[in-house]
């Protein structure tokens, strides 16, 4: 069984940084896919940047160029670093662990990125 914690989330001005960390339990995460995705205020969830095992980076166009994904295999650990905040990144940001090839998808529980203006 794989749990997924976020931490890092919270209050920040339009301009300034956040940095996600997502700390997975198990033994699939460096078999994994990870990924984050968003979910605003009367919006559908959407991807916002995957890295997979070997380390190959996507991101929606809308954070290319702010936003940076990485991964510690050795601490299960993914970031989601967040520079240049914008009011329209104002969601529930939430992690995901994918091993396609065995159909295993995991979401963490959220948290929160208030951006204001």
């Known amino acids: 069984q794989v749990q997924l914690v976020e931490s890092g989330g919270g209050l920040v001005q339009a301009g300034g940084s956040l940095r996600l960390s997502c700390a997975a339990s198990?033994?699939?995460?460096?078999?994994?896919?990870m990924g984050w995705y968003r979910q605003g205020p009367g919006k559908q969830r959407e991807l916002v940047a995957t890295?997979?095992?070997?380390?190959?980076?996507d991101y929606a166009d809308s954070v290319k160029g702010r936003f940076t994904i990485s991964r510690d295999n050795a601490k299960k650990t993914v970031h989601l670093q967040m520079n240049s905040l914008e009011p329209e990144d104002t969601a529930v940001y939430y992690c995901?662990?994918?091993?396609?090839?065995?159909?295993?998808?995991?979401w963490g529980q959220g948290t929160q990125v208030t951006v204001s203006s």
């Open positions: 890295i997979t095992s070997t380390g190959s980076t």
């Open positions: 198990g033994s699939i995460f460096n078999l994994a896919t």
């Open positions: 995901n662990l994918e091993v396609a090839v065995w159909r295993l998808d995991y």
